[in-house]
């Protein structure tokens, strides 16, 4: 079947906007070309008339492609203000066919491009610190700024996907993308700093904007497990591919051939966008229940294709519902219980990561481990933790979503005070700390492969891209606590920062074991249902 894609609505704009984009990067390449005499270091070089119009030529693109991919005001109108809804039985009836594979590989695509992104910020940085000659707290500011990008992306891509379209949020994504790239040919740090800000936004964006549109098209049989696998390949894929790429490309290009690998992975997303179609829920949303239905017809199957025409009304049922209360409904409607729940697990889950595992090797050193046997430790138990994942997927899909990750957050919880026993104890045993870390791995990276995926069905079509911004976003701001908190010593004190962290993580798991909805197997709208039922009744 050909696919069938929901049409730009001002594609002479978005097309314009892409060749200025691209151009703008071209510019760049022959001063680029310019440091192969010199190990292509570019430090202190001065900036050329063809390299400041390249500059000049990006934000002109990025607005116009904006431009192309904004739907026209009374949609938005529409989209923001609805008062009804529709129930996608067919939708969530039919068997996975060939569309919804394809649309699956595409999204592992664009999450894998999304991942090596800010993956590529480790391997940049030793050649970053000694070309621009400044200390690692220096170039740890990039990471901050790359964190705080994310935050800021995850919140604001997530409200444009909810106003101008899931595929439209993607594809300004990948455009971002082609942009950043020009920081591989910046002469100066500052220049790094803003574009690596640009760079997190975007990726921070794309991020719960995959899992959003996979939701709203995969069946509600196959829709969770399929989600917590999308996360857990292309988060693999993308770290993988971050690695090789560092591995072929830094030793003859250095450091900045992986910031130029922004162009070309930008422009795989671009062209598998005509494969990415617009979901029917927002489009029904908006009022466009023809083109929803067309798409409909094309994840039917063949078989079944004539059942979503326009003319069966059995494909959807329109319903009346009051309209949502916007961004703030989140923290004060219906759903305010889960997101704060959802928003605090989050932060904990970043402080784990960005924060208690980042200064793991330097605590471990202090206990009186060598700087290479700890890094084989944690070597060793992140291969443990691989299966992991795929308990995860077992869980998650044939036990319960809710149950499932309430377990897995009260296990890092758990592991963390263990930890706090190891310090207090100064127990340097190898076998205790590698089963400890092994055990915390598969734990937090449980938890955050249903964290985004679970936020993903629970909240209504209107504010589901808000709503999975929100809680990628808190996470990626647990980041910018961990940070600071390294900083300030913080995880210096081993069993302290245990302690501290695992709190928060308890305190999550029990606010979500009361206010949680089961998903596993169930419609998006019967989970609205749900929440409806469980308002009037604590209203009662």
């Known amino acids: ?27 760049h390449v022959p001063m680029f070309m310019m440091g192969r005499y ?33 739907p026209r005001i009374a949609q938005m109108r529409k989209s923001l203000h609805a008062d009804r809804h529709l129930q996608f039985h067919l939708a969530d009836g039919v068997a996975l066919n060939g569309e919804h594979w394809k649309l699956v590989t595409v999204l592992v695509i664009a999450l894998a491009v999304d991942v090596l992104k800010p993956a590529t910020l480790g391997f940049v940085m030793p050649g970053m610190t000694k070309e621009y000659e400044i200390s690692k707290q220096t170039a740890g500011l990039l990471a901050l700024v790359a964190l705080t990008g994310t935050t800021v992306g995850s919140v604001l891509w997530g409200r444009l996907a909810d106003m101008f379209g899931r595929r439209a949020a993607i594809l300004l994504s990948a455009l971002m993308f082609i942009g950043t790239a020009i920081c591989g040919a910046m002469p100066a740090f500052g220049w790094n700093l803003a574009m690596c800000f640009l760079m997190g936004a975007s990726a921070g964006g794309l991020l719960p904007i995959t899992f959003t549109l996979m939701a709203e098209t995969v069946p509600a049989a196959h829709r969770g497990w399929l989600l917590v696998a999308l996360g857990g390949i292309g988060t ?21 051939a992986l910031w130029l690998l922004g162009l070309p992975t930008g422009l ?17 949303n908006a009022g466009l229940d023809d083109e929803a239905r067309a798409v409909l017809a094309r994840f039917a199957g063949r078989g079944r294709a004539g059942s979503a025409r326009a003319d069966a009304p ?45 200064w793991l090797p330097t605590n471990l050193g202090s206990m009186g481990m060598d700087a290479t046997a700890a890094s084989a430790l944690l070597a060793r138990s992140a291969l443990l933790a691989l299966p992991g994942i795929a308990v995860v997927i077992w869980l998650y899909h044939r036990w319960s979503s809710i149950k499932a990750l309430v377990l897995f957050i009260a296990l890092t919880a758990a592991t963390l005070l263990v930890f706090c026993a190891l310090g207090l104890a100064q127990v340097q045993s190898t076998t205790a700390i590698v089963l400890a870390t092994a055990l915390l ?54 069993a302290v920062s245990a302690l ?13 074991l009361r206010s949680g909805i089961e998903t596993r197997g169930r419609g998006l709208e019967a989970i609205q249902d749900a929440f409806g039922s469980t308002t009037r009744s604590s209203a009662s």
């Open 441 to 494: 791995l598969v734990s937090s990276s449980g938890v955050i492969a249903m964290l985004i995926p679970y936020a993903a069905e629970i909240y209504p079509v209107q504010l589901r891209g808000t709503g999975s911004g929100v809680v990628a976003a808190s996470s990626k701001f647990g980041g910018i606590l961990g940070a600071g908190f390294g900083v300030a010593g913080v995880f210096g004190h081993f």
């Open 38 to 70: 010199t190990g292509y270091q570019m430090v202190g070089m001065e900036m050329d008339a063809t390299m400041l119009t390249g500059m000049a030529m990006i934000p002109l693109g990025v607005l116009l492609a904006t431009y192309g991919l904004m």
């Open 500 to 512: 501290l962290i695992a709190l928060p993580m308890a305190v999550a798991a029990l606010m979500l």
């Open 268 to 284: 795989l997303i671009v062209f598998l966008g005509r494969y990415i179609p617009e979901s029917p829920r927002f489009l029904a």
């Open 1 to 27: 079947m050909k696919p069938q894609t929901f049409a730009f609505h001002h594609p002479i704009a978005f097309w314009l906007g892409c060749i200025a984009i691209i151009g703008g990067v071209l510019a």
């Open 236 to 256: 693999s894929a993308g770290y993988l591919l971050a690695a090789g790429s560092a591995a072929l490309l830094v030793p003859e290009f250095s450091w900045r």
């Open 314 to 358: 059995a494909a959807v049922i329109a319903e009346d519902e009051p309209p949502p209360g916007g961004l703030l409904h989140l923290l004060r409607g219906s759903h305010a219980r889960i997101t704060w729940g959802l928003i605090v697990c989050g932060v904990a889950w970043g402080l784990v990561n960005f924060g208690f595992l980042l």
